[in-house]
């Protein structure tokens, strides 16, 4: 099967996108998050929720399903501990873990799975390791790095392709509704590609 470019996938959310591109809360060069009220959620469809701005979580939280949420990182511990167990997570899966967050779930009862990695994307390793939490830790799961849409959407993508059966071209398109940045992210969506191949190639010949 060809490969899609991804510029092509780019004009695809372009297209389906139009009038709601939606700008980045998390400033680019300076790492800081815009103020609640300067951010424009994307739109909830069929496939997804999009829950807004849950107090003491960075940005906005993004229902999948019963099991599955991504977002950020938590900077209030009380209300992120109220907001989390009120959408029932059992387990954190961090992309950007520290020594706060070790303390906070450990304090509040999550389970706390690290698997950090930067912007040049996970590792073949990082996407088994990912693979193998979701499928013996307790759901529901909580996916953030720390504004929740790049690392975590990347992650948010996988599942989508590993466990739902989704196509990579389907899976980067809902990536880019859902804030990513189709040309800063390439060497991260590149890395979903390889893993999608991969993960093809096996099922295909068991």
């Not at 997804?48 to 511990?77: A, C, T, W």
Request: glycine letters at 8%; a negative charge; hydrophobic letters at 35%.
């Amino acid at each position: 099967m060809p490969k899609t470019p991804l510029i092509a996938i780019a004009a695809m959310v372009m297209t389906l996108s139009s009038c709601q591109l939606q700008p980045d809360p998390v400033d680019g060069v300076t790492g800081a998050t815009l103020p609640h009220d300067q951010i424009v959620l994307p739109p909830t469809n069929s496939h997804y929720r999009v829950l807004g701005h849950l107090q003491g979580l960075n940005n906005h939280v993004v229902k999948y399903n019963d099991s599955f949420y991504r977002g950020g990182q938590v900077y209030i511990e009380d209300l992120a501990t109220a907001a989390l167990q009120e959408c029932a997570i059992k387990t954190i899966v961090s992309i950007v873990p520290s020594d706060a967050e070790r303390a906070f779930c450990a304090t509040n009862g999550f389970a706390l799975v690290e698997i950090p990695f930067d912007k040049s994307g996970p590792t073949p390793q990082d996407y088994q390791r990912y693979f193998q939490s979701l499928e013996t830790s307790e759901p529901p799961f909580y996916i953030h790095c720390k504004g929740g849409m790049h690392r975590g959407g990347i992650f948010a993508a996988a599942y989508r392709i590993k466990f739902q059966g989704w196509s990579f071209e389907q899976a980067v398109i809902e990536y880019g509704r859902l804030g990513g940045d189709l040309k800063a992210d390439h060497a991260m969506l590149e890395t979903l590609r390889a893993i999608n191949q991969t993960t093809s190639s096996l099922e295909s010949n068991p």
